[in-house]
Structure formats: C-alpha cells, structure tokens
C-alpha cells in the first residue's frame, strides 16, 4: 500500500528556508522516482523537483536557478526537498509524488500517487 505523508511546510520571511520531508511506505525509494511539485491559488500544478531511483540523479525546474536541493535517505525512505533564498512567488501548496517507475518526469498527470500537501508561504 503507497502512501506519502508530508511535513515541513510553514511560514518563513523573503530570503528564508525550508526544509520539506516526504515519508514514503508501501515502496522503496531503491526503485521508484519522487517528484515535488506545487500549485497556486488559481495557477496549475507545476514540477519542481523530482530524483530517480538508483543512482539518485536529480532534476530541477528553471525557476527554482540553484535555490532548491532535492535528497533522499533510504533508510528512512524519505524524500527531502531543500528550499533556499525562498520569494513571495515560492508560496503555494507542495507535494511529493511517485508514478512507480525509476524515472522522472515533470508531467503531473504521469503520477498516480500523492501526498496530501504542505503550505509554504514566503511573506514578510
């Protein structure tokens, strides 16, 4: 049974970090890729980061230019998302999921399953 449960998110001021986590059970991260993604309030969900199984080799959104790290630990199968020099535009809702397969992919739809969602807002 896949489940991902979230946790991290929070308010933090311009210039502040985060650090998101995203607990993976039913699976292992040995096999299948996590992706974070994000949505607005009136704006579509969007890729953020993603890391393969494997050898861990991880993708990053052009937006994000340096500021976000995504990592993993597997012996406590979870998925962390690293998140620096945060701006008001990074506020939105995060989520972690996986498609099962040991490759990433920034296409929503490709994922059939996902956490339940983490609020960052970045506000002075």
């Known amino acids: 049974q896949v489940q991902l449960v979230e946790s991290g998110g929070g308010l933090v001021q311009p210039g502040g970090s985060l650090r998101l986590s995203c607990a993976a059970s039913?699976?292992?991260?040995?096999?299948?890729?996590i992706g974070w993604f994000r949505q607005a309030p009136g704006k579509e969900r969007e890729g953020v980061a993603c890391?393969?199984?494997?050898?861990?080799?991880?993708y990053y959104a052009d937006f994000e230019k340096g500021r976000f790290t995504i990592s993993r630990d597997n012996v406590e199968n979870t998925v962390f998302l690293q998140m620096d020099s945060l701006k008001p535009e990074d506020t939105a809702v995060y989520y972690c999921?996986?498609?099962?397969?040991?490759?990433?992919?920034?296409?929503?739809?490709?994922?059939?399953?996902w956490g339940q969602g983490t609020q960052v807002t970045v506000s002075s």
């Open positions: 999921a996986t498609f099962r397969t040991a490759y990433c992919t920034d296409y929503a739809p490709s994922y059939d399953y």
């Open positions: 039913g699976f292992s991260l040995d096999y299948y890729a």
């Open positions: 890391i393969s199984s494997g050898t861990g080799s991880a």
